[in-house]
């Protein structure tokens, strides 16, 4: 079967600082024509870091579009032709006290492909240590949690975590640990 949706015609309706939206005019694959407004995003890395203590490094911030401190893996966007394993590196260095020597990659996936073209890729951080200082941006916020895997099953369980990629990165921990 034929699912594919081609584009006729495509409008910029936003130019943001680093999203756009886009509405596009496109042709089903039963012939009909319909609108599609979508968002392209550069994509975004994060990072599950694991101390030698057997604990996650999460961070919590404020996140405007929920209204509500979130707790998360450390991530952000990548820039501009940047390769997702340092922006995961990056990120758990400006969002932490911590740094790590590498990082492997565990996953990718589209965050919500309903509306948004973003695409999170999932790391895992090698030989987690403290470090002295923060790298912050000064527009970012954060407070370091660390968590053992049981206070991260029970966070779960109470819903004390809802982030889709924090949830995904967590679950290949806790698999080790079934």
Not at 4 to 16: A, N, P, R
Not at 92 to 121: D, H, R, S, W
Not at 149 to 163: G, L, V, W
Request: charged share 20%; with cysteine.
């Amino acid at each position: 079967m034929d699912l594919q949706e081609t584009q006729i015609d495509s409008k910029l309706i936003l130019e943001g600082s680093f999203i756009n939206i886009h509405q596009d005019t496109v042709k089903l694959p039963n012939g009909k024509h319909s609108q599609r407004v979508w968002i392209s995003h550069p994509g975004a890395a994060c990072v599950l870091a694991i101390t030698p203590e057997q604990q996650v490094v999460l961070v919590r911030q404020w996140r405007y579009a929920t209204q509500q401190a979130l707790l998360e893996v450390p991530a952000g966007k990548l820039d501009a032709g940047e390769n997702p394993a340092v922006c995961a590196l990056r990120e758990l260095a400006e969002e932490t006290p911590f740094t790590a020597e590498k990082v492997e990659k565990l996953t990718q996936f589209y965050t919500a492909p309903g509306f948004c073209n973003e695409i999170m890729y999932v790391y895992r951080a090698i030989n987690v240590r403290k470090n002295s200082q923060l790298n912050t941006n000064e527009d970012e916020f954060t407070e370091t949690i660390l968590l053992n895997i049981d206070e991260t099953r029970k966070a779960i369980a109470n819903c004390e975590i809802q982030d889709a990629k924090t949830l995904i990165a967590l679950n290949f921990w806790l698999s080790e640990h079934a």
